[in-house]
């Protein structure tokens, strides 16, 4: 029983493009458009400061925190149904979620501290056992309070369209601070993220801190809890700040990426439940965080998968050429023939495709030609880099058997590893340790 | 409130039955930190039922359960893309992946409702043991063995035995390939069992557990019953063994308890029944608190008694030490002085306990040894001198810094072996007399 | 002071009083406690019993006076900061509650940085550095809090050349600006010519004192010449019992 998103404002046909352009323009009638901006707000606050439960690996304690929320609304329903109170009222529910929230973190610190368990098995309890809690909690709200069980239920899967204007605003109000609070603290919040024993020493107060970032995580999915749903709001906490990690080695670029994918998410996710039936703005708005996540993680240039393997690719086809370069110096053979090639590739391992991509690659750099019978011949500059890597690979040999000991046997493995990785400084150090031992350099090619 | 065979004995069963499977399992997550692995996949299984009902459109246990199996596996697999490609830390890749399947279940569970279809987001998570009624429950033992009274068993206890009886073989058949990959994963993939797939075993089992129990006792019930017994009984004793034993007795008790308090405690005060399910979760928890607390050798309580007795033991060694040391001086000392000397121990308990055990002998304002607190002393004595002596002598610290160090090594049981004649301040290091 | 850590007891009795102006290294086998030494002194592990003074002022008091370079091991190399970003960190202190990093304490910092050799690298993120270059990059960072006791947890370990040579330089350069610094160190070869005072570790304080007084082969043997298999079984008992836990069956 998912709260149906039948709103006076949500239509059952397929919205137009009037009706798409005026909901993404924030003029789609009071409430959608308040429940827009209110979900934006949320997704920027939950972004930003996931970014620093993220950094501090504490990314599933927030799953343990919201699933703990719910016996905490249950329980604030009773109670002000029991005194007369309406129990619908967001305030009082919200804070019954709050303390129940932190008692849940209470509880799992308890446990790592006076327990053997795990920290996996500590939020596993906290979670489930809390939950059940709820669950009970609800069973009983339903049987014995039956007009008040909808909206107490509204919080599991969420309820966005049904947000009455104060509740937004209360819900935007607690994600600004949060934004604020967060900017304003960025950097104690990084210190103690980065080096916590450095912070301590350095005279900060790091259970202050710490503290101040896990409340900031509270009131976050507090105020998400309505609009998100208590299971789901803890992927607006995670997703961004793992989607905008790929793209940006930058604090403050994460923050501020984090921050937009995640105001972007709650935005769209909004602006579909408002415009489709039958779209829980909750799930929907989850779903386009997996969407950015997807694609950062495979395309992003920074860290993405695609753009790692290539740099990965570019490397070994490198190295793969260097070798190429290097045997037929060593050969003194200024023509490859196809049986070299591929006699190398066996003993190396490089598949065909690898074989022909880095031949293409050999020849637009122009170390290799077509010669003139079927095979390829070095170029000028080919001969000359094949020397330098010749000469590298002979001094790091030198190196390692006169100053490392190692057996003149055993040298060529580990010498093919790092050859190519010689920095100039490096190699300019090696000579000069070489030379102070009088062995013979390998002439330096005439270039 | 009567147990009634036809309205409650197949959700009771069923919440057994669910338990046994999950805290069966539970233990391998709990012994190799994946028990959050049990939460992501009994989240992320939705979406697979959901896709399996969508295509086959039918709810047979045999589609659900590969739906559900297949999602479970897809989520162990992404997760472990997310973290190895995408170099993303462990807890995170496992939020970003079940947070994401859950989110597509809810939606496609709502869209599916559009068509008139009937699934339920909410019975995912708590369940409806309470639909799992007995029609024409038999009335007469002769009854129960008929034919007939099984042919009317809910199917979703079928399918939980068949459950826990694969399980059962499954642990019971690898029980100690399972261990090893538990205790040590790449040595048990050295001995050629490999580990990762053992994993991805574990993990077949959880997803299976999890469809076969969702309908009946809801994933919440899942999540709890993966950890918490297995939790529990970790508390209770230190071998996988035992521990497997007591989960399973810690299971039972908890559906059984939970199923009860459910109930019973509503009605006393006039109320309807509350969730079983989630009753049975709470109940976990309680357990789990008293075994945090009352556990036999890692709960709170025996380690503050044993502590206390240590506290008591080190008083009562120190007191009679200090008589010996005002006998090797000269004589007995007043009850003044040996309160001063035990300063902020409590010296006047501590004395009448001493007194008590006949160790020593209180006369009036003095306070002498008795002849089997001269005995016990001085084997305190000894261990305090002779720890010195091993102090400065092998240690190489200095003389005068060792007496407090000792001080606090003279309580342990051990001593050092060698037996020189005097200790390093030239008193001399009493022989052992028993 | 004794040390214990988890309640076990991993100092005895270490008693030293470091004199000023001077480069210290503390040395010893693997397990003897050296990092748990400097931890203790700063208070990032607990103290069983006695008490660390800078300057005759416990802890508190002589804090913004300490600087802490701590092993390179101990953080988490991805983290999205540039070698910069790390440095200024340094300066956090400085710089007080709230307010952002301003572009002196950023000058401050890059002539840090440059102090190290490092300025070039000022803006790479700090996963793309040589385990050497991260070994600077704290160093740097410890500088920029201006200290005048510095303690180092391993700076010499596993660096190349470049950094070992640069790492010298600024400690001498340290020490001729008045400045005390204690080093935990592993490679003894070097000791006489880095150290002026050296503190041998074993669970104890085996000798400690002037470079050319202490470090002699005899108390060498005695530190390195194995552990105290008594003293460390005695540990163990004493962490037992303070935890309330029975012997281990």
Partial sequence: MIAPAAIAEVHDHLPTISEIIETMTFRAGYNTTLVIAGTLLLGVAAGVIGVFALLRKRSLMTDALSHATLPGIAIAFIAAST???????????????????????????????????????????????????????????????????????????????????????????????????????????????????????????????????????????????????????????????????????????????????????????????????????????????????????????????????????????????????EAAHEERAPVISRETIVALSRVRGWPAPFRSLMVFLLRRGGLIAKAANEGLRLTEAGVERGARVSRNHALWEQYLVSYADIAPSHVDWSVDQVEHVLSDELIRDLERRLAERAVALPQEPAS | MK?????????????????????????????????????????????????????????????????????????????????????VEPGAAMGVVFSVLFALGVLLIEQAAARHVDLDAECVLHGQLESLVWYDAPDSIDALLSFKAFANVPRQIWTLVGMLTASAAFVLLLFKELRLAAF????????????????????????????????????????????????????????????????????????????????????????????????????????????????PRHGLISRVVRRRLLASKVARDDLLATLYRAVEAGGPIAIGQARRLLAGRSPSRVIARAGRLGLVHIDGDVVSLTAAGRAEASEVVRRHRLWEHYLVGEAGLAPDHVHATAEQLEHLDAAPPIGPASDPHGRPIPARDR | ?????????????????????????????????????????????????????????????????????????????????????????????????????????????????????????????????????????????????????????????????????????????????????????????????????????NMRVVASGPVRDVFTRENLHKTYGGRLTLLSEASEAVARAASGEGPSR
């Fill in chain 2, 3 to 87: 147990f009634s065979v036809a309205s409650d004995l197949f959700p009771l069963l069923a919440g057994v039955l669910a338990a046994l499977t999950c805290g069966l399992l539970g233990n391998f997550l709990v012994l190799r930190r994946q028990s959050l692995m049990g939460d992501a996949i009994s989240h992320s299984v939705l979406p697979g039922l959901v896709i399996a009902f969508l295509i086959a459109s039918t709810r047979s246990p045999l589609v659900m359960f590969i739906g559900a199996a297949v999602a479970g596996m897809a989520t162990v697999i992404l997760v472990e893309l997310v973290k190895t490609l995408g170099r």
């Fill in chain 3, 1 to 201: 002071m004794t040390v214990a850590y988890h309640r076990k007891p991993v100092l005895w009795d270490v008693d030293y009083d470091a004199p000023p102006n001077k480069l210290i290294a503390i040395v010893g086998p693997n397990g003897a406690g050296k990092s748990t030494l400097i931890k203790a002194c700063l208070g990032l592990v607990p103290r069983a019993s006695g008490q660390v003074e800078f300057w005759g002022a416990p802890y508190r008091k002589a804090r913004s006076r300490l600087g802490y370079v701590p092993q390179r091991e101990s953080v988490d190399w991805d983290f999205p900061v540039s070698a910069l970003d790390v440095v200024c960190m340094g300066r956090y202190r400085r710089i007080g509650w709230f307010w952002p990093v301003t572009r002196s304490h950023k000058q401050a910092a890059l002539a840090c940085l440059d102090r190290v050799g490092m300025r070039d690298y000022a803006s790479r993120q700090i996963s793309q550095l040589s385990g050497g270059q991260q070994q600077r990059v704290f160093l740097a960072r410890a500088l920029a809090q201006e200290a005048d006791l510095y303690f180092m947890d391993e700076p010499f370990a596993g660096v190349d050349a470049a950094t070992e040579r640069a790492i010298v330089g600024v400690l001498r350069q340290l020490r001729s600006s008045g400045k005390t610094v204690v080093v935990v160190h592993h490679d003894l070869q070097t000791v006489p010519e880095y150290f002026d005072e050296v503190i041998l570790l």
């Fill in chain 2, 184 to 295: 040590d994963p790449a040595m048990a993939t050295t001995q050629g069992f490999n580990a990762t797939v053992l994993h991805y075993l574990i993990m077949l089992f959880v997803a299976g557990a999890t469809v076969a129990s969702f309908d009946a006792v809801g994933s919440i019930l899942v999540i709890a019953m993966l950890v918490c017994p297995a939790a529990t009984a970790r508390l209770l004793t230190d071998r996988l063994g035992p521990q497997i034993v007591w989960s399973l007795l810690i299971a039972t008790g908890t559906a059984v308890g939970g199923y009860a308090v459910a109930s019973i405690v509503p009605a006393w005060f006039g109320r309807d029944a509350v969730n079983a399910a989630g009753s049975m979760a709470v109940t976990a928890g309680v357990l789990l608190s008293a075994a945090v607390v009352f556990a």
């Fill in chain 1, 83 to 325: 005194l007369g109170y309406n129990g619908r009222s967001l305030p009082v529910l919200l804070v019954g979620a709050t303390v129940s929230g932190v008692l849940g973190v209470v509880c799992i610190q308890a446990i790592l501290r006076h327990t053997r368990l795990r920290e996996d098995a500590a939020i596993g309890i906290v979670l489930s056992v809390f939950f059940g809690a709820g669950v009970v909690g609800l069973s009983y709200i339903q049987r014995n309070h039956s007009a008040g069980a909808a909206g107490v239920n509204g919080f599991i899967y969420g309820q966005a369209a049904t947000m009455r204007p104060s509740d937004v605003a209360l819900m935007g109000g607690i994600a600004l601070i949060a934004i604020l609070s967060s900017l304003l603290l960025l950097k104690e919040f990084s210190l103690v993220c980065f080096n916590d024993a450095f912070a301590r020493v350095d005279g900060w107060p790091v259970t202050v801190i710490d503290l101040l970032m896990m409340g900031l995580v509270v009131l976050v999915t507090v105020a998400g809890l309505q609009a998100v749903g208590l299971i789901l709001v803890v992927a607006l906490l995670i997703i961004p700040p793992v989607a905008a990690r790929f793209w940006t080695n930058r604090l403050w670029l994460l923050v501020l990426l984090a921050g937009a994918i995640g105001g972007l998410s709650g935005y769209f996710g909004s602006v579909v439940s408002a415009l489709l039936p039958r779209q829980p703005a909750g799930a929907v708005i989850v779903l386009s965080c997996g969407v950015v996540f997807s694609i950062s993680m495979v395309a992003a240039p920074a860290r993405g998968v695609v753009a790692t393997s290539i740099r990965r690719l570019r490397l070994r086809l490198r190295i793969a050429g260097d070798h190429l370069l």
